[in-house]
Nanobody, 124 residues
């Protein structure tokens, strides 16, 4: 059993940058593929980015491609999402998720473990 825990997030102006991180208690983080999802008020949870077990393969939603960067640190047992050129439409609760896949995954059903989320708010 593993429990992802997000940190970071907060309030930033449009065009600014923010970073959110994910750690995990229990089993080693490095045993899972990982990803970030987000959910804005009144909308469904959507895929943001995913990273492979090895950390060498990444995948992004078209809406964040070129602005967000996902990375993982196997030694520190953490995952990070660096968000640049933020837009008001990026405002959402961001969730860290872990799953038993080798490459990347965009469907929520591919993930077994979810964090409780961290709020990211981008003001215009």
């Amino acid at each position: 059993q593993v429990q992802p825990v997000e940190s970071g997030g907060g309030l930033v102006q449009a065009g600014g940058s923010l970073s959110v991180s994910c750690g995990a208690s229990g089993r080693s983080f490095s045993a899972y593929g990982a990803g970030w999802f987000r959910q804005a008020p009144g909308k469904e949870r959507e895929f943001v980015a995913s990273i492979s077990l090895s950390g060498r393969i990444t995948e992004y939603a078209d809406s964040v491609k070129g602005r967000f960067t996902i990375s993982r640190n196997s030694i520190k047992n953490t995952m990070n999402l660096q968000m640049n050129s933020l837009k008001p439409e990026d405002t959402a609760v961001y969730y860290c998720a872990l799953g038993r896949f080798l490459q990347t995954a965009i469907r929520p059903s591919s993930y077994e473990y979810w964090g409780r989320g961290t709020q990211v708010t981008v003001s215009s």
